[in-house]
């Protein structure tokens, strides 16, 4: 059963339509699941200013995108792929810990997701994919 927080992030719609103002953007399916999310993201020096995104997907990678792109302000595009990884470790084992800045994928990251990990990621990729890093 989805958490009712969980959907309550999911339905945030302020980052959610694309403008075509963007420094860098990127279309990402999942494989797996097919999942799909495009994003338009506008950098300024060593960080992300704004994101902007649309998703064929399910809840889980919503409310990524959604946490994503209200946290991305926050991120440096050099920490990044060490932001995945730590995401990656916190999901994969219980005994770490993530960070402040990335504490609000708390909800989402856990034992219980294992099996929606990509899902949750691919927000992630698509960023990653996006910024060629």
Same mark, same amino acid.
């Given at each position: ?7 309550? =992030? +999911? !339905? ?17 399916? !999942? *494989?797996?699941?097919?999942? $799909?999310?495009?994003? &338009?993201? /506008?950098?300024?020096?060593? $960080? /992300? +200013? ?16 959604? =946490?994503? +792109? ?5 991120? !440096? %595009? ?9 995401? &990656? #470790? *916190?999901?994969?084992? $219980?005994?770490? @810990? ?13 034992? @219980?997701? %294992?099996?929606?990990?990509?899902? %949750?990621?691919?927000?992630?990729? +698509?960023? =990653? #994919?996006?910024?060629?890093?």
């Amino acid at each position: 059963m989805i958490d009712y927080k969980i959907l309550s =992030i +999911a !339905s945030n719609t302020r980052f959610i339509g694309l403008k075509n103002k963007f420094t860098h953007r990127c279309t990402k399916k !999942s *494989v797996r699941c097919g999942d $799909k999310i495009k994003i &338009e993201i /506008i950098t300024k020096k060593d $960080k /992300i +200013a704004t994101m902007r995104y649309e998703t064929e997907s399910c809840i889980y990678c919503q409310a990524s995108a959604s =946490i994503l +792109a209200n946290k991305v302000s926050m991120l !440096s %595009i050099r920490s990044l792929k060490n932001d995945f990884k730590l995401i &990656e #470790k *916190v999901i994969k084992n $219980k005994e770490f @810990k993530l960070p402040k800045k990335l504490y609000s994928f708390n909800l989402l990251v856990n034992k @219980k997701n %294992i099996n929606r990990f990509d899902c %949750i990621m691919l927000p992630f990729n +698509a960023l =990653i #994919k996006a910024l060629n890093i």
